[in-house]
């Protein structure tokens, strides 16, 4: 166990959905080398583009994450890194705040051996469910993965509990929410993984990466 790589994104964001009702946010990412195992981190400080375009029909969210990353540092012993993240994804968020998503957290590291594979596909299906613990807003989320495609060394499968706080997006435009925001203002879920703040500026947002190992995925191994 021990920490893994940090990745950070930005998004410059119009204030308002372009055509077709479609969001959309490009910046750069970061990842830097926070993990504290070999096999749980990169060596490397990488940076380089990310783009987000998802669009919000009702209880529905479609949409795609894409980034790709060079290594401008490296460690000592440790090799360049260059990888590409891929992830089209799908949810519905019914009445009662419960979002069903499928998705696919989609790697190629390009400096992979075609022995050991490029690609890392994944199939993932997910529940969330959002409630009240006293006042705070709190989603739980399981869900579990397929790897079809996979690196010789990435696991085949995976399970994972999560869950998460919220705080209110009081000033976010009720149409930039995600679909549980829509229908309500003090439950704030994020179903699409990315919501524009009110105003055109650079938002970022950071999360824990597994890296190479389970391949940024936020499910649990």
Avoid at 28 to 51: A, C, K, R
Avoid at 140 to 153: C, E, L, N, V, W
Avoid at 155 to 173: E, R, V
Wanted: with cysteine.
């Amino acid at each position: 166990m021990g920490l893994s790589d940090t990745l950070q994104s930005f998004f410059f964001s119009p204030k308002k959905p372009g055509p077709f009702g479609l969001i959309w946010g490009l910046g750069p990412v970061l990842l830097y080398p926070t993990g504290t195992h070999p096999l749980l981190g990169t060596g490397t400080f990488s940076i380089g583009p990310t783009l987000v375009v998802l669009e919000q029909t009702g209880p529905w969210t479609i949409g795609a994450l894409m980034n790709q990353l060079w290594s401008v540092v490296t460690e000592e012993h440790r090799s360049s890194y260059s990888a590409m993240f891929i992830q089209p994804f799908i949810s519905y968020t019914t009445k009662s705040h419960t979002t069903f998503t499928i998705d696919t957290e989609s790697t190629a590291d390009w400096n992979a051996s075609s022995d050991d594979g490029k690609w890392t596909v994944p199939v993932i299906f997910q529940i969330s469910q959002i409630l009240k613990i006293g006042t705070q807003p709190v989603s739980i989320q399981i869900g579990g993965k397929y790897t079809p495609t996979h690196r010789a060394t990435a696991p085949t499968g995976a399970c994972g509990l999560i869950s998460h706080c919220f705080t209110p997006q009081a000033g976010i435009p009720r149409q930039l929410r995600g679909p549980v925001c829509q229908n309500n203002d003090q439950l704030c879920s994020t179903p699409s993984r990315f919501v524009p703040t009110n105003k055109s500026k650079l938002k970022g947002t950071k999360r824990m990466d597994s890296g190479m190992v389970s391949d940024r995925e936020s499910l649990s191994r």
